[in-house]
C-alpha cells in the first residue's frame, strides 16, 4: 500500500470475509485488517448488537474498489466464510433487536439465525467457478482432477446447508409445539415448502445458467457450419473451377476476381436487404450466374413470388448449391431445369437434370455439397430436402421450405 | 387425324430464324412458305392450307394475335403453334387465348418442335415449361365460391399436377409413367387445360399477366 494517505475509504472485496469493510478500512490505514475485525466482534458483543448494524451501515455508505488499483489476487472467497459471516450478522441483528427490546421468541429466532447460515452457504456455492489460468487449463488431467475435488468438497458443503435449513425448519416447528399438535399441519407445509425453496431456488439457477451456455454453444455450432457451407459454395467452387481451365489465363483472372468481390463483399458484412428484393428474382438471378459461370443452360420457371427474408436467402443458396451440382456432373444430359413454387404457406424448388445420375445411399460422406450445403442448409431452416437419383435416370432435387409468420 | 410428316407456314418477321428453323425441321416438316408480316401471312395461309402454322408471337401489324384472328374468320379449324422469345405473360396468355394450340420458346431444339408441330396438328395441346408455370401462376388464386365456374375457372388436382411436371421439363410420356396413367390421359388433361384457358372467364387473366409483365 505505497501511499494509503491519499487513498479514498474503500470496501476491499477482493480480500474480505464478509464484505471488505474490515478489510478496507485497514488497507486506508495501514494496519492490519484483523485489527477492525477483532474491533468489530467486540463491539458487535459489548453492545449487544448496536456494532454489527454499524458494520451493515458502513456496508452500504463505503462503495467498493472499482477500477484497476493493484493487481487482485484473484481468489475465490471460501463459500464457509461467507456464510459465517451471515450467520453472525444475522445473529448480530438479532441481539441487536433484544437489545432495542424488540423481541420475538427463541423459538423464531435461533432456527432464523440457523437458516441465514445455510442459506449463505448454499447460495455462495452458485457462483461460477473462476477463470481458470492457461497454465492451469494446459494440463487436461490435472483440471479434471482439481474439478472433481471441487466437485466433491461442494456436494458436502451443499448438503450440510441443506441440513442447516432443514434443521432450522425442524427446530421452529419443535419450539413451536406444532410436531405435536399435528392439527397445525398448514404451518408445518409452509415452512417446509419455504425451506425447499430455499435449498432448490441455488440449483434451477444452475440449471437455467448451464441451458443458456448450452444454447450458446449450438449456435455458434451452426454459425461455423454456416460458415463451412458458405466457403465451399464460393472459394472451393472457384479453385475447382480455376484448376479445369487452368489453361486459359483470362478465364482464370476473371474467376478470381469474381470471387475476390464475392468474398470481399462477403467479409463486409452481407449488405442489408434492399426492400424490392424478391425471392423469383433472386433464384432467376443465381440461375443466370450459374449458367454464365458453367456455361450449362438453365431453364427457369417460377410461379408466383413474395419478398426476401434470411430464410428464404438460405433457401436460394440451397438452391443455387442444387443448381450447381447439377452443372457440374449432369452438363451432358441438356438443359438443367429449375422450377419453383411460391405460395403463402411455403416455398418449393424443384432442380432436375437427365444426367448420369447416382446412387444416393453410395456418396461418400466427405461430399459437402450435397449433405451440407443443400441438404443441411435448408434442415436448419427447419426445411426439407429429398434427392432422387439413380444410376442412368438423372437427378431430381426437391427442397421444401414453410414461410414464416 | 391425319398421318405423315405435317406442312408448316413459318410466319416471323426475323429472315434469319425463319431460315434456321426450316434447317432445323429439314426432314421432319414439310415447309410450305415463309411469311414476314400479317398480311403477307394471311395471304399465304389461305393459299397453301398447311397443317400447322408456326407464329410469332410479336410482329409489326398487331402481332400473331391479328394473324389468328383473320385467317379464323375464314378458316377456323387452322391450328396455330406460338414460337417466341419473349417470355412476356401478357403475350403468350393473349395469343393461346386468342386460339393457338400451344406455345413453346425459340430455343427449342428442332426435332422437339418437330414433335410439337405433329401434336398441334393431331388436335393436342403443347404447353412448354413456361406456359405451364404461367398458367399454373395465372389459376393459382381461389375465386369466392359464386363466381366460380368449376368447369372452366379452376384446374383440377390433376391438370395442376400435369402441369406441374411439365413445368419441371418432363415430357407427356414420362409424366405418364410418373403418375400411372397413359400418355393419352395426360394429353387429354392438358387440352382440358388449354381449353380453360381460351375460355375461363377468370377476370384475372389479363390482371395477371399484366402484373407479372410490371415485376418481370
Redesign the interface.
Known sequence: MGKPASQPLRRDEANSVVAGVCAGIGRRFAIDPAVPRIGFVVIAIGTSGIGALAYLLLWAVIPAETGDGEPRRPRRRGSWRIATGVGLLALSIVLAFRQLGVWWSDALVWPLVLAAFGVALLWSLTRPAPEESPAEAATDGARRARRSREAAGRFSLAGFGVALVLGAGLLFLWANGVLDAAGDAALAALVVIVGLGLVLAPLWWRFARSLAAERAERIRSQERAELAAHLHDSVLQTLALVQRRADDPSDVAQLARRQERELRAWLAGAPPLAPGERLADALRAAAVEIEETRGTPIEVVVVGDCPLDDRLEAFVAATREALTNAAKFAADGGPIRLYAEIEDARVKAFVDDRGEGFDPDRVPPDRRGLRESIIGRIERQGGHAEVRSGPGRGTEVELTLARSE | MSRGIPSVVIVDDHRIFRTGVRAELADLVEVLGEAESVEEAIGLIADTQPDVVLLDVHMPGGGGVEVIREVFSVRPDQRFLALSVSDAPEDVIAVVRAGARGYVTK?ITGPELADAVSRVRDGDAVFS??L??FV??AF?DSLPADEVDPELDQLTSREREVL?YI????LYKEIAHRLGISAKTVEAHVSSVLRKLQLSNRHELSRWAVSRRL?D
Request: net charge positive.
Open positions: 430455343t415449361p413456361r405451364a408455370g399454373l401462376d393459382a406441374r413445368a419441371r421439363g418432363y415485376v
